[in-house]
């Protein structure tokens, strides 16, 4: 059984066009993520939602937009996509223990615009 | 607002040593966590050691040790009998207490073992 699984694993895209990321989590926490990771692999906050809420909401451009239908998903939808969005995007999650468990990662999202 | 750092971005251990991978980070909480997360070729963040701030006692896990300085904001990893599976990317982390805290990374540390 897949912890945090997201779908799908490799996108490839042209400028312009606008896509979605899905995560989906069966460990029953409440808090999911979204990180992107760039060309020099650093590993950046974008938004975190715990049981549906909006909590975190970094500096990313209104282009990238978190839906949480429940606090089992957490999808990432993407328009107009710039080669600037190319990047490997995780999904996490994470259960309430007042910080002390870190993060269950997806495998990741390489996005790769063209 | 906290930061990570990792100085050094490469690190080379020959099969069966030990190697210290360093991390400083910034804050002005006195109540966090800080862990070590690895993530080799396949991509996968695999959680290594996590270090309550409030324990003074260094944790342990298997080959892997860390070095927490508190007063110094230091938290340094220690792999010994180092293994070739050992080969991949670290992030140090930080995150404050708290339900809603983030999970803030360093720039990573490639960690090379020669066989």
């Known amino acids: 059984d897949t912890a945090v699984s997201q779908t799908p694993k490799y996108l490839v895209t042209q400028m312009g066009n606008d896509k979605s990321i899905k995560c989906e989590q069966n460990?029953?926490?409440?808090?999911m993520y979204w990180y992107k990771q760039d060309s020099k692999k650093f590993l950046k906050i974008m938004f975190s939602?715990?049981?549906?809420?909006?909590?975190i909401n970094e500096t990313v451009p209104n282009r990238f937009s978190p839906k949480s239908p429940d606090k089992a998903h957490l999808n990432l939808h993407i328009n107009s996509l710039e080669l600037g969005d190319s990047a490997v995007y995780f999904c996490a999650s994470s259960q309430e223990g007042g910080g002390y468990y870190g993060y269950t990662f997806g495998s990741g999202t390489r996005l790769t615009v063209v | 607002a906290q930061t990570v750092t990792q100085s050094q971005p490469e690190m080379s251990v020959q099969e069966a040593e030990t190697v210290t991978l360093s991390c400083t980070y910034d804050?002005?909480?006195?109540?966090?966590?800080l862990f070590w997360y690895k993530q080799p070729p396949s991509r996968q963040m695999i959680l290594v050691i996590r270090q309550e701030a409030y324990k003074q006692q260094n944790a342990t896990e298997n080959r892997f040790s860390v070095n927490f300085q508190k007063a110094a904001k230091s938290f340094s990893l220690k792999i010994s009998d180092s293994q070739l599976g050992d080969a991949a990317m670290y992030f140090c982390a930080y995150r404050r207490a708290g339900n809603t805290g983030k999970l803030i990374f360093g720039q990573g540390t490639t960690l090379q073992v020669k066989p």
């Open positions: 804050t002005s909480e006195s109540d966090y966590y």
């Open positions: 460990l029953g926490h409440d808090t």
């Open positions: 939602y715990n049981n549906k809420e909006l909590i």
